[in-house]
Structures are given as structure tokens and as C-alpha cells.
């Protein structure tokens, strides 16, 4: 399984942008994805995650400025950053919790990070 992100750069304060991740390879299903950024300096940190069912989970400081959503058919999941802030400046990864086959454990994957720069 691969997930490829896509999407970052960099916007001024105020501003939108939208990431992208997309899962490849062979899998049975997938339970969640989700973003994360980790900022300079800083640890990782979640940011928004979404199961197969749709049930959401936002870290407190994007709440109401960021909006995950996914597509079950395709296998991928979007992260809609509205009111970008400087402070939501980090380099943004994309992780996936997918079962490879019917009665497997799940296993987690990352893929690579892209960079969100918001300016002041």
C-alpha cells in the first residue's frame, strides 16, 4: 500500500488550499485516514482524521477552518483548509489504518509529507 499527498504550498493569511491523499496497492479495506503536520521545532501533531463511516475528528485548531472528507470508491481523502493562519505553517502528512485481508490486523502507513507555508 502506497498513499501519495499532494496539494501544499504556500498561501498568504486568510487563504485556502487543499491537500490531497490518494491509496494505492492491494488492500481489503480501509479503516481511517487522516492528516498530520508537524511544524519546525514542534512534535507531530494530529490534525483531522476520518473513518469508513464517515465520523470525523479535528484537533481544536482547526476546527471550523479545516474539513476532511474521503472518497470510499477511490480510495482517497481531501483536507479543505480555509482561514489559513502562519501558525498552520508545517510540513502536512498523510496516514492511512487499512486491513490487507479479511480477519488481518490493521496496519498504519504514512506517506510523504507536504509542505503548508502560510505567510503573515
Known amino acids: 500500500v502506497q498513499l501519495q499527498a499532494s496539494g501544499g504550498g504556500l498561501v498568504q493569511t486568510g487563504g485556502s488550499l487543499r491537500l490531497s491523499c490518494a491509496a494505492s496497492?492491494?488492500?481489503?479495506?480501509?479503516?481511517?485516514m487522516g492528516w498530520y503536520r508537524q511544524a519546525p521545532g514542534k512534535q507531530r501533531e494530529l490534525v483531522a482524521t476520518?473513518?469508513?463511516?464517515?465520523?470525523?475528528n479535528y484537533a481544536d485548531s482547526v476546527k471550523g477552518r479545516f474539513t476532511i472528507s474521503r472518497d470510499n470508491a477511490k480510495n482517497t481523502a481531501s483536507l479543505q483548509m480555509n482561514n489559513l493562519k502562519p501558525e498552520d505553517t508545517a510540513l502536512y502528512s498523510c496516514k492511512t489504518i487499512y486491513v490487507r485481508s479479511p480477519g488481518s490486523f490493521a496496519e498504519g502507513i504514512w506517506g510523504r509529507g507536504t509542505l503548508v507555508t502560510v505567510s503573515s
Open positions: 476520518i473513518e469508513s463511516d464517515g465520523n470525523t
Open positions: 496497492g492491494t488492500f481489503f479495506s480501509i479503516k481511517v
